[in-house]
Structure formats: C-alpha cells, structure tokens
C-alpha cells in the first residue's frame, strides 16, 4: 500500500501520555481533493488529520499517529475529552452528499486494520465524528457504509431486536455505549440513525431503542459518577 507524505504543520503533542484508543472517520465535506488537501496543510486553518484518503484510492499522511492532529474539536465520546489526543483522524474526500467512492473504501479497508494493530484499538472504538459531537457535526455522513466495516469486523454493528421506546431510556442507554447526551434527544437519535438508520425519520421508535439497548449491553462501558 502507497502513502504520500503530505505534512501538515498542524499538529502537537498528545496530552498527558494518551496514546490512541480511537480512530475517527470524517467527510471533507469538499468539492475538490486538492483543496481539502490545501486547507488541511495551511497553518492559518488549525486544522489537519493523520490521513485523507483521496476519491480515487490516494493515501495522504499529513500528521503521524502518534502526535495529535487537530480534527475532532469539541465533542466527547464514553465520558472521555480531548478527542484528539485519544484517536487517530482519517478525513475521507466526499461532499457529503454523494456515494463514497469504491477505490477510496477498498484503501480504508487495508489502511483501517494496520492502524487498529499498531494500537489495539477495537471495533467499537471506530467511531465518525457525528457520533462524539452530536447535533454540531454530521460527518461521515449517511451515505458513508458503516455496514461494510462491519462485516470485516472494523467496527459494530447492533442486532436486529425491537424495544418499547421510552426517551430517558434511551438517552441513559446511549450515554452507556459512548454517547453525549447533553444535546438532547433529538440531537442523539439523530447522530445515532446517521450510523444505524441512515434513511429513517420521526420520533423515537421501537427499532432505535433496540439498536441502542443492544449497543449499551454488548459495547458499554462504565461512565464516571456525576458530581455531587
């Protein structure tokens, strides 16, 4: 597999000894490769990935994995800050609205597992960017084939149950596998179906909480107490 150093001077250290627990996957939300590629090596932006994976199959290496990339933002994921000293960014060249290319996905399926084994990251620490900041990012997007990872065992996938759909539930369920709930329901079911239910709407229903009851149940972790 060929990778094209691109450096971005758009990086540091990891915080605090943190080394990568997980990989997040992002849209450029670009119309063109080169300038995605551009922003993401200009200083006055701030922002980078360790990789952006070009629509026909190119591998970029902007950041090596272990500093720490400036692509996550505000956002947490199972009680945990600071994303971006955690995780591993791979910025994928799409739109947003259109289908990911399959010479860009047949490049993340081989680029993905590496990462994962030089770090001992699991499949449930595969996450997108919507998932650690609900309701403010919408990347990788509901075109983006979650489904496909899974079957290679790259990410999760919940079974096919249904459960009555109660909210509070819900949102205790969804903090239980990983996901902020300050942003309310709406926000959470939201990022939740972009994964999951990409072409689902309307309110909460039986099938969103059987998504996310086997989520907490198979995937959780234990969140810190609350302060008094």
């Given at each position: ?7 971005s001077?758009n ?21 063109d490769?080169a ?8 200083p ?10 070009h ?5 970029f290496q ?5 500093k720490r ?17 955690r ?9 947003g ?6 010479a ?19 499949a449930e620490g595969?996450i ?21 990872l899974?079957?290679?065992?790259l990410?999760i ?16 369920q ?16 939201d ?6 239910r990409?072409?689902?709407?309307g309110p909460?229903?039986a099938?969103d909480?059987?998504?996310?009851s086997?989520?907490a149940?198979r995937?959780?972790?234990d ?6």
């Amino acid at each position: 597999m060929q990778i094209t150093p691109c450096p971005s001077p758009n990086f540091g250290p990891r915080r605090g000894g943190l080394t990568p627990s997980l990989v997040v996957l992002h849209y450029t939300a670009m119309p063109d490769p080169a300038e995605a590629l551009e922003r993401l090596c200009a200083p006055e932006h701030e922002v980078s990935a360790h990789y952006l994976l070009h629509r026909d199959g190119q591998l970029f290496q902007l950041v090596d994995e272990d500093k720490r990339a400036w692509h996550a933002g505000a956002g947490m994921w199972r009680g945990m800050d600071d994303i971006n000293s955690r995780s591993v960014g791979i910025e994928i060249d799409n739109d947003g609205s259109s289908p990911f290319s399959e010479a860009q996905l047949a490049q993340l399926d081989r680029i993905l597992p590496q990462i994962m084994d030089r770090w001992s990251i699991p499949a449930e620490g595969v996450i997108g960017h919507s998932d650690m900041a609900p309701g403010r990012k919408f990347d990788p997007g509901r075109r983006f084939p979650w489904s496909r990872l899974a079957r290679q065992e790259l990410t999760i996938w919940p079974d096919g149950s249904e459960v009555a759909p109660d909210e509070a539930a819900f949102l205790r369920q969804a903090a239980i596998f990983g996901y902020p709930t300050d942003t309310g329901c709406d926000a959470v079911l939201d990022a939740l179906r972009q994964r999951f239910r990409p072409w689902a709407h309307g309110p909460l229903d039986a099938r969103d909480m059987g998504i996310v009851s086997d989520l907490a149940k198979r995937f959780g972790v234990d969140l810190p107490a609350p302060l008094a």
